[in-house]
């Protein structure tokens, strides 16, 4: 019976070790070579210090900065561990709300939000992605008429023209890849760390 089983032994062994040990471990070597950012975490570095990720969006409130998209990831409530709290951005929790085009929670919610965001630009219509959020509440990106939408804010509250804080996103804005995949991006971190930048010209 041992003459049996030992094949499949050795092969259980053999394949653990290739596709459980060499193979990852080869990718990440190749990973890391050709394309090292990535393989690190697409970090964002200012003033030498890690400030985020390129992939993982944060949550600006101050009105000089540009605000991503809203996360509805959430963290234990430290009050009641069977409870959660609101925790935007949490990369330990990614996923959605869950609640559907019939729930008056996020009815409301959504409602607040435009009524806020026609406060700040009553003259253009407020884009999509700036009230709701995505899937897994930690997109980085925005679109370019989200970020279009927020230059009278910024522009006013920082003091600068608007056609310069316009040309900050325009420079800002990624393409569709080759042309053909994804939809024009900004990401909010990259927008405004230049727009500190350009602030302190």
Same mark, same amino acid.
Not at 133 to 138: D, E, F, M, R, Y
């Given at each position: 019976?041992?003459?049996?089983?030992?094949?499949?032994?050795?092969?259980?062994?053999?394949?653990?070790?290739?596709?459980?040990?060499?193979?990852?471990?080869?990718?990440?070597?190749?990973?890391?070579?050709?394309?090292?950012?990535?393989?690190?975490?697409?970090?964002?570095?200012?003033?030498?210090?890690?400030?985020?990720?390129?992939?993982?969006?944060?949550?600006?409130?101050?009105?000089?900065?540009?605000?991503?998209?809203?996360?509805? +990831?959430?963290?234990?409530?430290?009050?009641?561990?069977?409870?959660?709290?609101?925790?935007?951005?949490?990369?330990?929790?990614?996923?959605?709300?869950?609640?559907?085009?019939?729930?008056?929670?996020?009815?409301?919610?959504?409602?607040?939000?435009?009524?806020?965001?026609?406060?700040?630009?009553?003259?253009?219509?407020?884009?999509?992605?700036?009230? +709701?959020?995505?899937?897994?509440?930690?997109?980085?990106?925005?679109?370019?008429?989200?970020?279009?939408?927020?230059?009278?804010?910024?522009?006013?509250?920082?003091?600068?023209?608007?056609?310069?804080?316009?040309?900050?996103?325009?420079?800002? +804005?990624?393409?569709?890849?080759?042309?053909?995949?994804?939809?024009?991006?900004?990401?909010?971190?990259?927008?405004?760390?230049?727009?500190?930048?350009?602030? +302190?010209?």
């Amino acid at each position: 019976m041992l003459r049996e089983i030992r094949p499949a032994i050795i092969v259980l062994l053999l394949l653990t070790l290739i596709t459980g040990l060499v193979y990852p471990l080869a990718m990440t070597a190749i990973a890391g070579a050709i394309f090292p950012k990535q393989a690190q975490g697409s970090l964002i570095e200012k003033d030498g210090k890690v400030v985020g990720s390129a992939l993982i969006g944060q949550q600006f409130k101050d009105d000089k900065y540009f605000h991503g998209r809203p996360s509805a +990831t959430v963290a234990p409530d430290p009050a009641d561990s069977s409870k959660t709290v609101p925790a935007p951005y949490n990369a330990a929790n990614s996923g959605g709300s869950n609640l559907g085009p019939t729930s008056k929670a996020l009815n409301d919610r959504v409602k607040e939000d435009v009524e806020k965001l026609r406060s700040e630009n009553p003259a253009a219509a407020v884009p999509a992605d700036l009230v +709701t959020t995505s899937a897994s509440g930690l997109d980085p990106d925005i679109s370019p008429e989200a970020a279009l939408f927020q230059v009278p804010r910024v522009a006013k509250v920082r003091n600068l023209p608007e056609e310069a804080v316009r040309q900050l996103v325009a420079t800002s +804005t990624q393409t569709r890849f080759a042309g053909l995949l994804g939809e024009p991006r900004v990401n909010v971190l990259a927008l405004n760390l230049a727009l500190d930048r350009a602030a +302190t010209k």
